[in-house]
């Protein structure tokens, strides 16, 4: 790998040992990926772990609590612990494991609670920002056309790549890491011009329009393509921002995608050939209504309709999604056995309480939560089995992490369980 005069400094050195060995692990990582440079960055996003319990276990006793020693293990694989200095780069953190005014309804333990006390402390202190969410373009974390990034979220990673036209990979806790430390990060895959071009050909013959549509649509085509980076014709209604983040979390979750091109619609390529660029498509595939309702099939294997907990805000939700749900549920009570949480970023909680609309859905007997999320923070009400969501992603994870059986539907079929006790959700 070709390493500038600096690069070579820092990692030989010039500015500490912790940035020194966060240069030598990017750069270690980059020839692993046959990367043949670094890049600039100056926009990080990733997870500090150490939130969950177990995580610092392998640290000996007495360092549990040393945040040094925790990112010096856990985000930067180092066995010696470092001095931790600022981050370099505007810096993001992830979700974490507990909303912290929420917690005794997330039912988190107080070990829970110390432990993300300390990673939130350490952040401050390192200069990462605290917006704990997935979703950080919602609330002011706009990368610009072109600018190399270092993202970790695969949700968010495809909503920069495709609608912004930033680039990034799927970065991992440790690389984000290290980037924050340096401000590099690998220059190879879809910071690449080449890296970008589309290899799947997707036509909708189907008018895609509502949000279940979308997360749908992105789910069944994350299933076909995998990996690789779709461009979609066909699209006849503009989609809302929201529509493409669910499109884009079921993709990348369905399949692994990281980028997709909508010519017309998404920036970097204005139609077919232009996203194919030199590639020949793998294979060309159709997206009309029985692929729709294949896709819905996936889901929906639940049996039992007596739902207990409804799961809304995956990707975190914005801001006239929780609006929507304040509308729903305005002047009504949730069904004694159901319990309704809705994520979304403390920012747009901040202004979603200044509208109103946190008192209605709380009115309401249900959560507004920030900070965490069902899924991922493993936080849900006591004794449930059985599981409403109106993200495909979210769909994807409840079962397979926390076992519940799971519904899908629009976020209608959604509010409308929460205050029935009811499934009766279809596919329009
Ligand atoms: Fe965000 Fe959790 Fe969904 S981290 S994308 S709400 S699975």
């Not at 999604?321 to 949730?334: F, N, P, T, Y």
Request: charged fraction near 20%.
């Amino acid at each position: 790998m070709q390493l500038t005069d600096d690069e070579k400094a820092i990692r030989d050195g010039s500015e500490g040992e912790a940035r020194a060995h966060a240069m030598d692990l990017l750069v270690r990582y980059g020839i692993a990926l046959g990367a043949e440079r670094l890049v600039d960055t100056n926009s990080v996003c990733g997870g500090v772990v150490g939130s969950l319990p177990g995580r610092r276990d392998i640290l000996p006793e007495d360092q549990r609590m040393d945040m040094d020693a925790v990112f010096s293990l856990l985000n930067l694989d180092s066995d010696k612990r470092l001095e931790i200095p600022r981050v370099k780069t505007m810096s993001y953190k992830l979700i974490d494991a507990v909303d912290m005014e929420k917690a005794d309804i997330q039912r988190v333990p107080l070990k829970t609670q110390v432990l993300a006390k300390n990673v939130g402390d350490f952040c401050t202190r390192v200069g990462i920002n605290k917006c704990n969410t997935c979703a950080p373009y919602q609330i002011g974390n706009v990368p610009v056309y072109g600018e190399h990034c270092a993202w970790m979220e695969s949700s968010a990673v495809i909503y920069i790549n495709s609608l912004l036209g930033a680039r990034s990979n799927v970065e991992g806790a440790h690389s984000t890491a290290a980037a924050s430390l340096v401000g590099k990060i690998p220059y190879w895959g879809y910071h690449t011009p080449e890296g970008r071009k589309a290899d799947y050909v997707i036509d909708f013959t189907y008018d895609v329009q509502t949000m279940l549509e979308w997360g749908l649509a992105g789910y069944y085509i994350g299933e076909k393509v995998q990996e690789h980076t779709p461009v979609i014709n066909g699209v006849t209604h503009t989609p809302h921002a929201n529509n493409l983040k669910h499109f884009g979390a079921a993709a990348a979750s369905a399949g692994g995608v990281e980028m997709f091109h909508m010519p017309g619609i998404t920036p970097e390529a204005q139609n077919e050939a232009h996203a194919l660029g030199p590639n020949k498509a793998i294979e060309r595939i159709e997206f009309g209504r029985a692929q729709l309702e294949e896709a819905y099939g996936y889901f929906n294997t639940a049996t039992d309709t007596d739902v207990d907990f409804i799961v809304i805000g995956c990707p975190h939700a914005s801001l006239d999604q929780v609006k929507r749900v304040a509308e729903l549920l305005d002047g009504k009570h949730l069904s004694a056995n159901t319990d309704l949480w809705i994520f979304t970023p403390r920012a747009l909680k901040t202004m979603a309480t200044r509208m109103g609309y946190t008192e209605s859905i709380e009115r309401a007997g249900a959560h507004v939560m920030s900070d965490s999320c069902a899924a991922l923070s493993k936080v849900y009400p006591k004794g449930v089995k059985v599981a409403a969501t109106d993200s495909c992603k979210q769909a994807h994870y409840l079962p397979a992490i926390l076992g519940f059986q799971t519904w899908l539907g629009s976020t209608e079929d959604c509010v409308n369980a929460a205050l029935t006790g009811k499934w009766t959700g279809t596919l329009a």
